[in-house]
C-alpha cells in the first residue's frame, strides 16, 4: 500500500531564511506527488505537482525517485508562507492512468517568524 | 457560484444521532471524495466514487455512509455519531483525465 511521511509536525524559520519541508514516499508503481497547502482556515489547493516542474510562488519540489522523497523548498521564506502543507501521492497504473486517488501526508505547520 | 461547496460549514450534533454532510459540485466532475482532516493524521479518506451510483471505501469507512445518485452531489451519512467523529470532513472532486482536486472548504463537525 502507498504511504507518505511527512517527518516534521512543525517548521518554524525566520522570515528570509531557507525553507525545506520534507515528504517522503513508497509505492510501488509510478506516482504523482502533490503539494497543497492550507491557509488558516480556508480550504486546502494545489500548490505543485511534480510533473510540471514549475515554481509557485517561489517554492520548488523535486520527485528523487532513488530516495523516494519530494521535498519542498523555498530559498526566502515570507510570513504569508505560514500555513499548513500537505504532501499527497496518487496512484497510477502501468499505462499512467491515474486512478484519482490521494493520499495524503500528516502535514507540517509552517511559521515564518518576522 | 461554480466550484464545490460544503453545507453545513459547521455542526454540532449528540451522540447517537444521524447526520448528513453535503458537497456539490458544478463542474460535473467525475470523481469525488471525502476525507476527514485530524491532527497527526493528515488528510484519512473515508470514502470515494467514481462515478453516478459507483462507490468505494476508502482509509477510514467505517460508521459512514456515502450515496452519489447525480453526479453532482456526494453527501456523506454519521448513521449514528461518535465522538471521535469530531473531525473537520473534506469534500473534493476533480475531473477524468489527470488534473487536480479541487476541495470544499470544509464542515467542523463536533459530536458530545
Known amino acids: 500500500a502507498q504511504r507518505v511521511t511527512q517527518p516534521e509536525k512543525l517548521l518554524s524559520v525566520f522570515k528570509g531564511a531557507p525553507v525545506e519541508l520534507k515528504c517522503n514516499y513508497s509505492?510501488?508503481?509510478?506516482?504523482?506527488l502533490f503539494w497543497y497547502v492550507q491557509y488558516s482556515r480556508q480550504r486546502l489547493q494545489l500548490l505543485l505537482r511534480?510533473?510540471s516542474r514549475e515554481s509557485i510562488k517561489g517554492f520548488t519540489a523535486d520527485l528523487n525517485k532513488g530516495e523516494t522523497s519530494f521535498h519542498l523548498k523555498k530559498p526566502f521564506a515570507q510570513e504569508e508562507d505560514s500555513a499548513m502543507y500537505y504532501c499527497?501521492?496518487?496512484?497510477?497504473?502501468?499505462?499512467?492512468?491515474?486512478?484519482?486517488?490521494?493520499?495524503f501526508g500528516q502535514g507540517t505547520i509552517l511559521t515564518v517568524h518576522p | 457560484d461554480a466550484g464545490i461547496t460544503q453545507s453545513p460549514r459547521y455542526k454540532i450534533t449528540e451522540t447517537g444521532r444521524q447526520v448528513t454532510l453535503m458537497c456539490h459540485q458544478t463542474w460535473s466532475h467525475s470523481y469525488m471524495f471525502w476525507y476527514r482532516q485530524d491532527l497527526g493524521h493528515g488528510l484519512r479518506l473515508i470514502y470515494y466514487s467514481a462515478a453516478a451510483d459507483i462507490t468505494d471505501k476508502g482509509e477510514v469507512p467505517d460508521g459512514y455512509v456515502v450515496s452519489r445518485s447525480k453526479t453532482e452531489n456526494f453527501p456523506l451519512t454519521l448513521e449514528s455519531a461518535t465522538r471521535s467523529q469530531t473531525s473537520v470532513y473534506f469534500c473534493?472532486?476533480?475531473?477524468?483525465?489527470?488534473?487536480?482536486?479541487?476541495f470544499g472548504q470544509g464542515t467542523r463537525l463536533t459530536v458530545v
Open positions: 473534493a472532486s476533480r475531473g477524468l483525465v489527470n488534473t487536480e482536486a479541487f
Open positions: 499527497a501521492l496518487r496512484e497510477t497504473n502501468a499505462g499512467g492512468t491515474s486512478y484519482g486517488k490521494l493520499t
Open positions: 509505492y510501488s508503481g509510478s506516482p504523482e
Open positions: 511534480h510533473i
